[in-house]
């Protein structure tokens, strides 16, 4: 089937490439030339294991191309809209400026029976708004929200856990129309490999579409800032909240997973997608539903002070003119992703205290040193630990989480100080070695 991706971003890209993998003609379009540029050589403009070996067989098969030139979407069956919907600069709401812009440059090339699926994190009531202007072509609009994480985003878009497609409904019935039905139908062959593969596939109205994506990132917030305030209750009572995770994560209405305890969620999604959902819902006059979003959001920013402090009551009050290490800056391992990033708040805030602070990530260091060139990189781990006072685990990356032994650490800083920003470490074993350490809502 040929396709055309509008927007070539992060959830673009992959998608392009992952569409071309399972055998479809895809072209990626973006309005960024360079973007464009490096994509069509087969290097991805960010960090994301899988994908570039995915651009080069699709571009060396002759099925994946890309442009910046809108009119290749022309004779495509289906056009997919991922472009982003950042948080707007004065408020908390999702920018809808480039999917409105991205709908109305597709319009002239639009065909009667083509299917035009957004992609993106839309507030919901989104799709039904921008339906009209579509429909006037002929041609159908459905929303099929995107789950992929990143590190993940390859497997994540070829082999999902489910496929949600909004579509237009009657409104009597509330089943799909006739023009819904057949839009659903293309889908379907679209993702053919993965429903063999078993995915479950739900046919719905646009609103719900829009609505799982935002309402699945909202769980998934709410279950970690859960457990973030369980670890401040731990803190003043001793108890131990990653073996509470545990004890709860076996009941199999909760799970284990999403219960990590540390320095919080960041990222391009979780926390613009919680502040967009309370901002929608405010504006739909049903902001008290939500209410506890805002919430959300209050524990996992204070839970970013919350390891500063640890780090200040460690070096005994205060960290000025102290060598503090900072493992890690991306939001998470095995992304280059610096947006939102609590690992990078806390390295900021620790160096407005006056602390001489050194960061090091495998991926994110090029990143975090454009947004903030005030703060000492360095690229190898090893090197940054040098002649530290206090070290603090921000981004669990294997080369600190399992490969830094407390052991080797001690051969190359000056102090014996570690804060376990991400629960990740056998404190046991960090403990036994000489070294003081400090969890995050752990004795
Ligand atoms: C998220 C959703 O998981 C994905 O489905 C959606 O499409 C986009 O947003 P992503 O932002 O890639 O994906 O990251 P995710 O793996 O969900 O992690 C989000 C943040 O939560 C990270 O900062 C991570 O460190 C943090 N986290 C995760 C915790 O603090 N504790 C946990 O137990 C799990």
Same mark, same amino acid.
């Given at each position: 089937?040929?396709?055309?991706?509008?927007?070539?971003?992060?959830?673009?890209?992959?998608? !392009?490439?992952?569409?071309?993998?399972? %055998?479809?003609?895809?072209? %990626?379009?973006?309005?960024?030339?360079?973007?464009?540029?490096?994509? $069509?050589?087969?290097?991805?403009?960010?960090?994301?294991?899988?994908?570039?070996?995915?651009?080069?067989?699709?571009?060396?098969? =002759?099925?994946?191309?890309?442009?910046?030139?809108? #009119?290749?979407? $022309?004779?495509?069956?289906?056009?997919?809209?991922?472009?982003?919907?950042? @948080?707007?600069? &004065? %408020?908390?709401?999702?920018?809808?400026?480039?999917?409105?812009?991205?709908?109305?440059?597709?319009?002239?090339?639009? #065909?009667?029976?083509?299917?035009?699926?957004?992609?993106?994190?839309?507030?919901?009531?989104?799709?039904?708004?921008?339906?009209?202007?579509?429909?006037?072509?002929? !041609?159908?609009?459905?929303?099929?929200?995107?789950?992929?994480?990143?590190?993940? #985003?390859?497997?994540?878009?070829?082999?999902? &856990?489910?496929?949600?497609?909004?579509?237009?409904?009657?409104?009597?019935?509330?089943?799909?129309?006739?023009?819904?039905?057949?839009?659903?139908?293309?889908?379907?062959?679209?993702?053919?490999?993965?429903?063999? *593969?078993?995915?479950?596939?739900?046919?719905?109205?646009? !609103?719900? /579409?829009?609505?799982?994506?935002?309402?699945?990132?909202?769980?998934?917030?709410?279950?970690? $800032?859960?457990?973030?305030?369980?670890?401040?209750?731990?803190?003043?009572?001793?108890?131990?909240?990653? @073996?509470?995770?545990? /004890?709860?994560?076996?009941?199999?209405?909760?799970?284990?997973?999403?219960?990590?305890?540390?320095? =919080?969620?960041?990222?391009?999604?979780?926390?613009?997608?919680?502040?967009?959902?309370?901002?929608?819902?405010?504006?739909?006059?049903?902001?008290?539903?939500?209410?506890?979003?805002?919430?959300?959001?209050?524990?996992?920013?204070?839970?970013?002070?919350?390891?500063?402090?640890?780090?200040?009551?460690?070096?005994? =009050? $205060?960290?000025?003119?102290?060598?503090?290490?900072?493992?890690? #800056?991306?939001?998470?391992?095995?992304?280059?992703?610096?947006?939102?990033?609590?690992?990078?708040?806390?390295?900021?805030?620790?160096?407005?205290?006056?602390?001489?602070?050194?960061?090091?990530?495998?991926?994110?260091?090029? *990143?975090? @040193?454009?947004?903030?060139? @005030?703060?000492?990189?360095?690229?190898?781990?090893?090197?940054?630990?040098?002649?530290?006072?206090?070290?603090?685990?921000?981004?669990?990356?294997?080369?600190?989480?399992?490969?830094?032994?407390?052991?080797?650490? /001690?051969?190359?800083?000056? %102090?014996?100080?570690?804060?376990?920003?991400?629960?990740?470490?056998? !404190?046991?074993?960090?403990?036994?070695?000489?070294?003081?350490?400090?969890?995050?809502?752990?004795?």
């Amino acid at each position: 089937m040929r396709l055309s991706v509008i927007g070539c971003g992060y959830l673009g890209a992959v998608h !392009a490439a992952a569409m071309a993998s399972l %055998g479809h003609d895809v072209v %990626g379009i973006d309005v960024d030339e360079a973007k464009v540029r490096s994509l $069509s050589l087969g290097r991805a403009p960010f960090h994301e294991p899988h994908l570039e070996p995915l651009l080069a067989e699709g571009i060396a098969a =002759g099925r994946l191309t890309f442009t910046t030139d809108m #009119a290749a979407a $022309s004779g495509s069956a289906v056009h997919f809209v991922g472009v982003g919907t950042p @948080q707007q600069k &004065d %408020g908390d709401a999702a920018d809808l400026t480039y999917v409105g812009a991205a709908i109305d440059g597709l319009l002239p090339y639009l #065909a009667p029976g083509d299917v035009v699926a957004g992609k993106s994190t839309v507030p919901v009531g989104t799709a039904a708004e921008l339906a009209p202007r579509v429909e006037a072509t002929g !041609a159908t609009l459905v929303w099929n929200p995107e789950f992929l994480r990143e590190g993940w #985003a390859v497997k994540d878009t070829v082999d999902p &856990d489910r496929l949600v497609v909004g579509v237009p409904t009657s409104s009597t019935t509330g089943e799909p129309d006739e023009a819904g039905a057949a839009a659903a139908d293309v889908l379907r062959e679209v993702y053919h490999a993965a429903l063999a *593969n078993g995915a479950p596939f739900i046919v719905t109205d646009l !609103a719900t /579409a829009e609505l799982v994506k935002v309402a699945a990132n909202a769980f998934l917030a709410t279950k970690i $800032s859960f457990i973030n305030a369980m670890a401040e209750i731990a803190e003043v009572t001793g108890a131990d909240v990653t @073996q509470l995770a545990d /004890a709860l994560g076996h009941d199999v209405r909760i799970g284990r997973r999403f219960l990590g305890a540390g320095i =919080g969620f960041g990222g391009g999604c979780l926390p613009k997608d919680i502040r967009a959902f309370s901002a929608r819902a405010e504006e739909l006059g049903r902001g008290e539903s939500v209410a506890f979003l805002r919430e959300v959001d209050a524990i996992n920013l204070r839970r970013r002070r919350r390891a500063v402090d640890l780090v200040v009551e460690a070096l005994g =009050g $205060s960290v000025f003119k102290k060598n503090v290490t900072v493992l890690g #800056a991306a939001f998470k391992p095995h992304s280059d992703d610096i947006r939102d990033s609590p690992a990078l708040d806390v390295a900021v805030r620790l160096h407005g205290l006056g602390a001489w602070v050194t960061i090091t990530d495998p991926a994110a260091l090029e *990143n975090a @040193q454009r947004l903030h060139p @005030q703060l000492n990189y360095v690229a190898e781990r090893d090197d940054a630990l040098r002649e530290a006072d206090a070290i603090i685990m921000v981004t669990e990356w294997d080369e600190y989480r399992r490969e830094l032994t407390p052991e080797h650490a /001690a051969t190359l800083t000056r %102090g014996r100080i570690v804060v376990d920003g991400r629960n990740g470490w056998d !404190a046991a074993a960090w403990r036994a070695a000489g070294w003081t350490y400090y969890g995050m809502g752990r004795p």
